[in-house]
């Protein structure tokens, strides 16, 4: 999915495909590999409906990305939940309400709360940087699930897993890292347009926008509600 995202990202919204983000995806999918391991023999027609789902999701993502601009983290997370409401009960049993009982009160709840915990904190992370910036971090739930698929359900971890969790970390480390060198740049080149003489001398000066309390100006701000 991160890959579509960053492809869908740079047609759309402009989004610079830079040598960095490019080779930490690049990495990060080398590590995915050596976690999944898939093979020609273990291929279904059934993955095709998963190939289906990433570019959803990376649309999704780009519409998204797309919304925080000019709506509130509320409002998306409002009407994305009205829309999806009446597909997941199109694609439900009609009965299933019959079936629910007093035990899976705490478990539906725990996935109600985590999943628009998800949506909430992905929303405004898009807010504070480029999409192709935010998504490689989903990297980091391959591993993650491994861990949780070792320690509740016994499946077995072995050297290639801790491998491929090693590589998408210092995958997302790169392009964080790379992030930041670029963010300082576009800082630096800023102060010097509002203040060239404090630019000569930055000991006599404090760049208003690294004033504390102050905000960059490529943060984009939850946008009140009228």
């Known amino acids: 999915m991160p890959a579509w995202v960053a492809l869908f990202a740079a047609v759309f919204l402009g989004e610079r495909l830079t040598a960095s983000r490019i080779g930490s995806i690049a990495l990060c999918f080398v590590g995915v590999l050596l976690i999944l391991r898939p093979g020609l023999a273990d291929f279904r027609p059934e993955a095709l409906l ?5 570019l959803g999701l990376a649309f999704t993502v780009i519409t998204t990305k797309k919304l925080t601009a000019t709506q509130s983290t509320f409002a ?5 939940n009205l829309m999806q409401l009446p597909m997941n009960l199109a694609g439900s049993d009609p009965l299933f309400v019959l079936q629910l009982n007093g035990s899976m009160l705490l478990p539906l709840t725990g996935i109600a709360i985590a999943g628009l915990s998800t949506h909430y904190c992905l929303t405004n992370a898009f807010r504070c940087g480029d999409a192709i910036m935010v998504v490689p ?3 980091v739930r391959v591993p993650a699930i491994a861990l949780v698929g ?3 359900y016994g499946e077995p971890l072995d050297a290639l897993v801790f491998a491929g969790a090693g590589i998408i970390i210092t995958g997302v480390l790169w392009n964080l890292n790379a992030e930041a060198r670029t963010r300082d740049v576009a800082l630096d080149s800023a102060e010097t347009d509002l203040d060239p003489a404090g630019a000569r001398d930055r000991s006599l000066v404090t760049p208003p926008a690294r004033q504390l309390g102050a905000a960059p100006s490529y943060i984009a701000r939850d946008p009140q509600p009228s």
């Open 50 to 54: 998963a190939l289906g789902a990433a």
């Open 137 to 139: 971090l989903d990297f």
């Open 76 to 80: 998306i997370l409002f009407w994305m």
């Open 150 to 152: 070792w320690s509740l």
